[in-house]
T-cell receptor, first 112, second 118 residues
Framework: DVKVTQSSRYLVKRTGEKVFLECVQD?????MFWYRQDPGLGLRLIYFSYDVKMKEKGDIPEGYSVSREKKERFSLILESASTNQTSMYLCASSFSQNQPQHFGDGTRLSIL | AQKVTQAQTEISVVEKEDVTLDCVYETRDTTYYLFWYKQPPSGELVFLIRRNSFDEQNEISGRYSWNFQKSTSSFNFTITASQVVDSAVYFC???????????????FGQGTILTVHP
């Protein structure tokens, strides 16, 4: 089974802090994705990566950056956290672009 | 542009009832891929099924079945003899745009909240 592991289930940070969310997959997948999920807005793609050191903006990249130094790890960075970034963050990976994305358990991030 | 519509925001049934979750999609492409995911209260998204646009054969997996009809651009999901453990949010999703910049990006519907009462 594919295992996608997110570093924290719950996280509380303060406004202005730099926040790192880590995601690791164990299936040698090429593609990795970061989403946020908010009530009434559904799932929205923040950034994705189809290869090591490669990144592409999704639908809502503002205020975020990503890093993919190794194939199995994809990090989401909130450069200066703001309260409107309080959300559920979901990481996913897939073997190829038309294959299912497999998701981690999610990180509920609260910015105070 | 691609779009996925799940018109049913919430459905409530009693255990052992059958329930169908509707999904209608829009795409200009002839090659595309459809998915269903389940999100239980614990929060993780669980992959259920993938269908490509060239395979209209219906699929059954235990109590779950899927009906794909290209003529109506629908990919509906039926749970037979529902159980309390089926309570979750269910998402239909689409990948299209093979070879383009959007290829590989999932377009999700808004989700249907299913509650199964004992």
């Amino acid at each position: 089974d594919v295992k996608v592991t997110q570093s924290s289930r719950y996280l509380v940070k303060r406004t202005g802090e730099k926040v790192f969310l880590e995601c690791v997959q164990d299936m040698d997948h090429e593609n990795m994705f970061w989403y946020r999920q908010d009530p009434g807005l559904g799932l929205r793609l923040i950034y994705f990566s189809y290869d090591v050191k490669m990144k592409e903006k999704g639908d809502i990249p503002e205020g975020y950056s990503v890093s993919r130094e190794k194939k199995e790890r994809f990090s989401l960075i909130l450069e200066s956290a703001s309260t409107n970034q309080t959300s559920m963050y979901l990481c996913a990976s897939s073997f190829s672009q038309n294959q299912p994305q497999h998701f981690g358990d999610g990180t509920r991030l609260s910015i105070l | 542009a691609q779009k996925v519509t799940q018109a049913q925001t919430e459905i409530s049934v009693v255990e052992k009832e059958d329930v169908t979750l509707d999904c209608v999609y829009e795409t200009r492409d002839t090659t595309y891929y459809l998915f269903w995911y389940k999100q239980p209260p614990s929060g993780e998204l669980v992959f259920l099924i993938r269908r490509n646009s060239f395979d209209e054969q219906n699929e059954i997996s235990g109590r779950y079945s899927w009906n794909f009809q290209k003529s109506t651009s629908s990919f509906n999901f039926t749970i037979t003899a529902s159980q309390v453990v089926d309570s979750a949010v269910y998402f239909c999703a689409l990948i299209d745009g093979a070879g383009g910049t959007s290829y590989g990006k999932l377009t999700f519907g808004q989700g249907t909240i299913l509650t199964v009462h004992p």
